[in-house]
């Protein structure tokens, strides 16, 4: 991801953040608590901010969770050398 991205991304947050709205929509999100419907709506949003927001809220699946639980394992036992 670009700087240029990084900053729109944050300011999307931002403004996402600053609205009631979006602030529970992707709370939920984030705790994944939102229907398969709700999720598929904000997914496939004509504002590619929206669309945007959700890849950034989104759950990790199980393999992106284990990937992380792996690298941190490895860089404990590397630091640990």
């Known amino acids: ?3 240029k991205l ?6 999307a947050i931002l403004v996402g953040v600053n609205d009631p709205m979006y ?3 992707f709370n939920k999100l ?3 608590e939102l229907t398969a419907r ?7 949003h004509e504002d590619p901010k929206i669309r945007e927001l959700y890849d ?6 199980k393999e992106t969770r ?7 394992q490895e ?6 050398q």
Do not use: N
């Not at 990084?6 to 300011?11: G, N, W």
């Not at 709700?38 to 496939?44: G, H, I, K, N, P």
């Open 23 to 25: 602030d529970e929509v």
């Open 56 to 61: 950034l809220f989104k759950p990790y699946d």
């Open 38 to 44: 709700q999720e598929w709506e904000l997914r496939t």
């Open 30 to 32: 984030s705790h994944g």
């Open 66 to 72: 284990e990937s992380f639980w792996i690298a941190i």
């Open 1 to 3: 991801m670009s700087d």
């Open 6 to 11: 990084d900053r729109e991304a944050l300011r």
């Open 75 to 80: 860089a404990l036992e590397k630091k640990g």
